[in-house]
């Protein structure tokens, strides 16, 4: 089956696709440096570098044609930013909420033989019946396909992280369902945690780099922050602070508390956001005695998403979301 990447970012669902089995064949994305990480990655696959709504439905041909004879997949995990309740005093006036219109034109014109969205949960809520998710809905239905969409938790599927996903699988050939999940209450494996997934790691300094291990380096924070660090139990957060470390924006205020928290080692981490490299944002702050934000366990735990993606079913695949897909500055080098 050949797969067809739509805001692919730098390729992680791409990743989860091709550790699955399937041929990865084309990513389209319009950011730069996604482009040259998904393009060292993916060798094989071609790459478009434009924006979706500058793209024609015949710019594909070339692509298409050429594996006519195998099935096909179109992905499409649109910007989350415009749905995401982060950002919900912003995202009315938001150009990217319509993008995923523009992903109708090519399900419409070549037909796959399955379609994958993933996204935040609030896609489907926004406009309710009116708004783009329900739209595409209302397309599948048109064209034929079955289909089915429901809000899944990525520990239950072996991601080390507490995040919800929506996800929509499709199929033009037949019924079509998700797997039953592989982790967590009433499943064979329990959830994966924070060590499994960086526990391997030696612990290095603020500031430093591992010299043999590629991306292992940790933020150079400030002496006061150390302190701040030293402060917080493992799992723990800011609330346990000595009044000299408290922020003077948290003198009184009871809310935010995840903010310079650390994670715990035997749980999944709280969900990787756009800032999870910096220890202000959320509970991002890697647990041990030696903890400072280092963004190759944070790669790890996004990675890792990827790579327990994907089982892609019809009468003959199975599918799970992948996590969502971008760090967009991953260093440009083949993955192994």
Known sequence: ?????????????????REAGLRVRLGI????????????????????????????????????????????????????????????????NDGRKDLLREFHRFVRSY??????????????SVDDTRGP?????????????????????ACHYGVPQHRKRLVLVASRLGPISFPEPTHGPGAKKALPTVWDAIGHLPPIKAGQSHPRILNHCALNLSDLNLKRIKATKSGGTRIRWPARLVLDCHENHAGHTDVYGRMAK????????????????????????????????????????????????????????PEHKTITRLPHRPSR
Not at 111 to 124: D, K
Not at 133 to 153: E, N, S
């Open 1 to 17: 089956m050949d797969f067809y990447d739509f805001f692919s970012g730098c390729g992680g669902t791409s990743q989860g696709m």
């Open 29 to 92: 994305d319009l950011d730069l440096h996604a482009a040259r990480t998904y393009q060292a990655n993916f060798p094989r696959a071609a790459f478009i570098r434009r924006d979706i709504r500058r793209l024609k439905v015949k710019d594909l041909a070339p692509y298409v044609t050429d594996g006519k004879a195998r099935p096909m997949l179109f992905g499409a995990c649109a910007p989350c930013q415009p749905f995401s309740k982060q950002r919900r005093r912003r995202r009315r």
């Open 111 to 124: 037909r796959p033989e399955y379609v994958f969205i993933e996204n935040v949960p609030g896609l489907q």
């Open 133 to 153: 998710f329900a739209r595409f809905l209302k397309l599948l239905t048109k064209l034929g396909y079955w289909h089915c969409h429901k809000v899944i938790y």
């Open 266 to 321: 035997n749980l999944p981490s709280a969900a990787l956001t756009t800032r999870c490299i910096s220890l202000s944002n959320g509970r991002f702050d890697k647990p041990g005695p030696r903890g400072t934000v280092a963004t190759r366990p944070l790669r790890r735990r996004k990675r890792n998403s990827k790579r327990h993606s994907t089982m892609f079913q019809s009468c003959h695949y199975r599918t799970h979301a």
